[in-house]
């Protein structure tokens, strides 16, 4: 089986040309794709505790913590203590922070908007099933793989 046959290949193969695509735009706002996902992530109401956005987003906190430093620095988010644990702190959306949010969630939406819009309902909906079969199994700890094979 040549890679480009493979499952895994082509998810992380349209995976990367997304993330570049996005990071192109983003680049355009001064900013990259990680940032503009972690102020997606923010509750725009509540603030979002800082230890519950890595698990979130499938981020490492050392990565996360890099791009919040970042956030913080141009003035788009606040690191506020939690009212009643101290332990835990709140990540906060400044105005300008919602304004880059709003931006990023346009490009999001325009993205998603047009490849639905090349797509069939069936289309669609075969890929969400693909897509929910395949975290699914993965999920699930079911595939089994001894000395390069599968058992499943």
């Known amino acids: 089986m040549k890679p480009e046959e493979t499952i895994d290949f082509q998810i992380k193969f349209a995976w990367q040309y997304i993330s570049r695509f996005y990071n ?3 680049a355009k706002y001064n900013s ?3 940032s503009g996902n972690v102020l997606l992530n923010i509750d725009l109401q509540e603030g ?3 230890t519950a956005l890595g698990p979130k987003m499938g981020m490492e906190a050392t990565s996360l913590s890099r791009i919040l430093k ?3 620095t141009k003035g788009l988010i606040t690191r506020e203590p939690h009212p009643t644990d101290r332990r835990v702190v709140i990540i906060k959306l400044t105005a300008e922070g919602i304004e880059k949010r709003d931006e990023a ?3 999001v939406r325009a993205f998603n908007h047009h490849i639905m819009n090349k797509l069939t309902p069936e289309q669609l ?3 969400f099933e693909v897509i929910k079969t395949i975290v699914r199994e993965i999920e699930s700890k079911n595939i089994k793989i001894y000395a390069g094979k599968v058992n499943s």
């Open 125 to 127: 909906s075969s890929f």
């Open 70 to 72: 970042n956030l913080e």
């Open 24 to 26: 192109e735009i983003a």
């Open 105 to 107: 969630r346009q490009a």
């Open 32 to 34: 990259t794709w990680a």
């Open 48 to 50: 979002t505790p800082a």
